[in-house]
Nanobody, 130 residues
Framework: QVQLVESGGGLVEAGGSLRLSCAAK?????????VAWFRQAPGKEREFIAA????????YYADWVKLRFIVSRDNARKVVYLQLDNLKSEDTATYYCAADEGRQRGYADDFEVRQAMRYWGEGTLVTVSS
């Protein structure tokens, strides 16, 4: 069992940046897990943003991200980051990280990664003012 905690959300002006963090509160396998970021805006469905495999060598992005967001990880610190740049008001949402079962698994595409997510954090709110 892995407990995930997101941090780094807050209020930012349009055009600004934030760096979100996802850390394992418990569990020994976080450094062997693929981690994905999702977000959910009020009244909308949850949507996939990005994912990174356990080694950090392979990452996946939703088409709409268009290089504004970058996912990375530091396995020594057991943290996965999501850098948010050039934020827009429509990026306002609660951002969640999720992890798979941590077996150093590789994936063929982002669909497989999304399907493999088993553990979820409680989210961190990002509010972008226009």
């Amino acid at each position: 069992q892995v407990q995930l905690v997101e941090s780094g959300g807050g209020l930012v002006e349009a055009g600004g940046s934030l760096r979100l963090s996802c850390a394992a509160k418990s569990g020994r396998t976080f450094h062997t897990a693929a981690v994905a970021w999702f977000r959910q805006a009020p009244g909308k469905e949850r949507e996939f943003i990005a994912a990174i495999e356990w080694s950090g060598d392979k990452s996946y992005y939703a088409d709409w991200v268009k290089l504004r967001f970058i996912v990375s990880r530091d396995n020594a610190r057991k943290v996965v980051y999501l850098q948010l740049d050039n934020l827009k008001s429509e990026d306002t949402a609660t951002y969640y990280c999720a992890a798979d079962e941590g077996r150093q698994r590789g994936y063929a595409d982002d669909f497989e990664v999304r399907q493999a997510m088993r553990y979820w954090g409680e989210g961190t709110l990002v509010t972008v003012s226009s």
